[in-house]
């Protein structure tokens, strides 16, 4: 069983930077994959970056290459998805998933979630 709880979300201008962290609870995080997502009003939840276990391997969509960059220290059980250049369609509720198998970028393939945290980038 692994609980997620995310943090760092706010308010920031177009251009500026925000840093998400989701701890997890569990002694076996260092064994799961973890996956970033986000979900604007009106919108399906999609997929915005993923990072296996290990750390040897790291996915983006496309909207985020370049601007964002997923990252884990699993001696803290937390990752992170450092976000830059925002831009005003960046703005969504943001969740971390976990998954005890290799990441995929399909929400429902995820086994956790965390409860959100709110990201609005002003233009």
């Known amino acids: 069983q692994v609980q997620l709880v995310e943090s760092g979300g706010g308010l920031v201008q177009a251009g500026g930077s925000l840093r998400l962290s989701c701890a997890a609870s569990g002694r076996t995080f260092g064994s799961y994959a973890l996956g970033w997502f986000r979900q604007a009003p009106g919108k399906e939840r999609e997929f915005v970056a993923a990072?296996?276990?290990?750390?040897?391997?790291?996915y983006y969509a496309d909207s985020v290459k370049g601007r964002f960059t997923i990252s884990r220290d699993n001696a803290k059980n937390t990752v992170y998805l450092q976000m830059n250049a925002l831009k005003p369609e960046d703005t969504a509720v943001y969740y971390c998933?976990?998954?005890?198998?290799?990441?995929?970028?399909?929400?429902?393939?995820?086994?956790?979630w965390g409860q959100g945290t709110q990201v609005t980038v002003s233009s």
């Open positions: 998933a976990a998954r005890a198998l290799d990441f995929v970028v399909v929400p429902k393939e995820y086994d956790y």
């Open positions: 990072i296996n276990w290990s750390d040897t391997n790291r």
